[in-house]
């Protein structure tokens, strides 16, 4: 039964990662940026966007041994400098993901299925994740094009390299779940 609930576990982190960057790539397609399709990256077929460490290993490996269940995709990728407003462009390529995943657990949420609700918590849980703003996190996107430019590059600059380390000093002092949490369950009471 273990074994089960984590395939179930990554099989569903697959599909809502695999829409996730998806939409990415969708939204910097149809601003103008030309590099998502040019990567194969324009679809939803899990295969362009599964990275096999990121997406199936640990994944599985947090849903057998307790731990949480995290990963990544292979990061979509885009050059601003095809947008022809590359702040507010870039800006809304990094919010597409999340929303997707919004939308994802929103649609999800209207179907009565057990299936359908832990692929739907899933979808929300990882939306929230995405909008801390921690480099490489799409929050941290959206937060640096909103500054000015000059803050911005000083703020990036000082904690480009170590995004993941503190990601996962908050995974590991169970900060992340304290920040993630309360979100979540209000938006999942809300849907389910």
């Keep these: 039964m273990e074994i089960i609930i984590a395939l179930l576990s990554v099989f569903s982190l697959i599909i809502v ?18 590099t998502p399709r040019a990567y194969g990256r324009l679809t939803l077929n899990p295969i362009a966007h599964v990275d096999p460490i990121g997406t199936i290993l640990l994944p599985l490996f947090g849903a057998l041994s307790g731990f949480p269940v995290i990963g990544w995709a292979k990061p979509t990728p885009i050059d601003p400098y095809n947008f022809k407003n590359p702040r507010r462009d870039e800006t809304i390529v990094a919010f597409a993901g999340p929303l997707s995943n919004f939308i ?50 000083k703020i990036e600059a000082s904690f480009e390299h170590y995004g993941y380390l503190l990601i996962a000093l908050l995974l590991i002092s169970g900060l992340l779940g304290k920040i993630i949490y309360p979100i979540f369950y209000f938006l999942s009471n809300l849907l389910y």
């Design 104 to 153: 994802l657990a929103f649609l999800l949420s209207l179907f009565h299925s057990s299936f359908a609700t832990y692929v739907g918590n899933i979808s929300l849980f990882l939306g929230i994740f995405n909008l801390l703003p921690i480099p490489p996190l799409d929050g941290s996107k959206i937060l640096l094009n909103l500054l000015p430019v000059d803050e911005a590059a």
């Design 17 to 34: 990662i695999s829409m996730h960057e998806f939409c990415h790539a969708l939204a910097a397609d149809k601003l103008g940026d030309p």
